[in-house]
Antibody, heavy 118, light 108 residues
Framework: QVQLQESGPGLVKPSETLSLTCAVS?????????WGWIRQPPGKGLEWIGT???????YYNPSLKSRVTILEDTSKNQFSLSLYSLTAADTAVYYC???????????WGPGTMVTVSS | EIVLTQSPATLSLSPGERATLSCRAS??????LAWYQQKPGQAPRLLIY???HRATGIPAKFSGSGSGTDFTLTISSLEPEDFAVYYC??????????FGPGTKVDIK
């Protein structure tokens, strides 16, 4: 059973950079599948941020593309999200997840709440 | 961008009743549609992929149907644990993935 766990700061200041990590256990991210990040502002719906394939392509939501980077670290079996130039609108629960084939996220982390505030 | 619309926004039903949730796409997504269930404070859980295939461990009371632009998630008989928010998600515009706004199923 694949397990994912997000970690990072719960509070970040406006204009700063958010850095989150997703640790994956019981499956090697280099063995296949796409992996990604999704976020959910308080009381709102889900927004896809981006996905990547090991040593392959990385894709980003066009609405965030200029401010986001997803990187993998196979030595630690984890991947990261960096989101730059934060505003209050980036306040959300951030989830990492595995994409089943190309179509749906079948394993999710529990999520981590990030608040952007001075 | 493919936009997904879900209706109704809120569905108020009693335990034992049948729930029918709708997801409509702004253009055809073939059968590249998934459904998720989300309970408060929890991550979404995949229920259905490819419009009608139940994910691993999902009970048969959940069923999905549809193709093109109109899709339905049916819960045959609501149990207390089924009251939650349900989201649809398409991958037809791969690599760009989009979610619907959700339908809340609450207790009448």
């Amino acid at each position: 059973q694949v397990q994912l766990q997000e970690s990072g700061p719960g509070l970040v200041k406006p204009s700063e950079t958010l850095s989150l990590t997703c640790a994956v256990s019981d499956y090697s991210i280099s063995n296949g599948y796409y992996w990604g990040w999704i976020r959910q502002p308080p009381g709102k719906g889900l927004e896809w941020i981006g996905t990547f394939y090991h040593s392959g392509s990385t894709y980003y939501n066009p609405s965030l593309k200029s401010r986001v980077t997803i990187l993998e670290d196979t030595s630690k079996n984890q991947f990261s999200l960096s989101l730059y130039s934060l505003t209050a609108a980036d306040t959300a629960v951030y989830y990492c997840a595995r994409l089943r084939g190309l179509d749906a996220f079948d394993f999710w982390g529990p999520g981590t709440m990030v608040t952007v505030s001075s | 961008e493919i936009v997904l619309t879900q209706s109704p926004a809120t569905l108020s039903l009693s335990p034992g009743e049948r729930a029918t949730l709708s997801c409509r796409a702004s253009q055809s997504v073939s059968t590249y549609l998934a459904w998720y269930q989300q309970k408060p404070g929890q991550a979404p859980r995949l229920l259905i992929y490819d419009a009608s295939h139940r994910a691993t461990g999902i009970p048969a009371k959940f069923s999905g149907s549809g193709s093109g632009t109109d899709f339905t998630l049916t819960i045959s008989s609501l149990e207390p644990e089924d009251f939650a928010v349900y989201y649809c998600q398409q991958r037809s515009s791969w690599p760009r993935l989009t979610f619907g706004p959700g339908t809340k199923v609450d207790i009448k």
